[in-house]
């Protein structure tokens, strides 16, 4: 099992609030977010488990850190990377199965997932 490529993909974005994260980088006009925007979308994560995720998410190429040290505080943003746009897909794809087998939601099936205000 330890080469099974979906077991060390579901080992990389299959912890909790990997793929919330991800998704909540790519909605909205800005493609780059900082910290407490992203930890007020995700009221329920906490701050320890944000970051952790992050870390993760930027060692495995689907996030990028950029940091700001010109400024005082210093400012980090996150952004998707290319291969974290990509991975939109899946979700995409993901959002398509939850509609179809497991939730009536017409609002969010007539969404883009890039403008929602969900």
Do not use: A
């Not at 977010?33 to 488990?49: A, H, I, M, S, Y």
């Not at 290319?82 to 509609?99: A, C, D, M």
């Amino acid at each position: 099992m330890k080469d099974c490529t979906i077991y060390k993909t579901v080992d990389i974005v299959g912890k909790k609030w990997s793929l919330c994260i991800l998704h909540e980088l790519y909605k909205g006009e800005h493609k780059c977010k900082r910290f407490n925007e992203l930890k007020n979308k995700l009221q329920d994560v906490t701050p320890k488990t944000l970051s952790t995720r992050l870390k993760e998410l930027e060692e495995h190429g689907l996030v990028d850190k950029i940091v700001d040290d010109t400024v005082f505080p210093i400012k980090s943003e996150y952004s998707l990377t290319e291969s974290g746009e990509e991975f939109l897909h899946v979700l995409q794809n993901i959002k398509q199965w939850g509609l179809k087998w497991q939730f009536e939601n017409p609002e969010c099936g007539g969404t883009n997932c890039k403008t929602c205000e969900l």
